[in-house]
């Protein structure tokens, strides 16, 4: 039961020093980029959620949290959003190089990047599965 909520501990962490980060204490307003971060940050936190319902509910019905299918798929998921995401960090790179964005902005970019490339590579291959290898 312990590792059902710590997805749910480590997202609350994220949004309360996000929430921080993002409220600051000068006069200038936020901007969109920011009510997309915080929006993005909603959305993984319900996904959260359904994750943890669903943890509990298979350990109601006496199903492991955690089975080899499951670890293989999130390890295949983990190895192509890593790759994917270095060509994301490369592209953010070249991008900030030549324009005038503030870094901050550029690192906020490529964590939300970061996890919105992981949770599509792990839901394209929940959906397909994993060939016999």
Not at 49 to 72: A, C, H, M, N, T
């Amino acid at each position: 039961m312990k590792l059902a909520f710590l997805p749910t501990y480590l997202l609350f962490w994220v949004l309360v020093l996000s929430g921080l980060w993002i409220v600051q204490p000068d006069d200038s307003s936020a901007s969109v980029l920011e009510y997309v971060f915080v929006g993005v940050l909603i959305a993984f936190g319900i996904i959260n959620f359904y994750i943890v319902y669903v943890r509990i509910k298979r350990k109601k019905q006496g199903l492991p949290e955690y089975d080899e299918l499951s670890r293989k798929m999130i390890q295949k998921a983990a190895a192509k959003s890593f790759y994917i995401s270095m060509l994301l960090w490369l592209v953010l790179t070249y991008i900030q190089s030549h324009s005038i964005i503030n870094i901050k902005l550029i690192f906020s970019l490529g964590m939300i990047g970061m996890a919105i490339i992981f949770v599509i590579n792990w839901m394209i291959i929940n959906h397909r599965g994993i060939k016999d290898e």
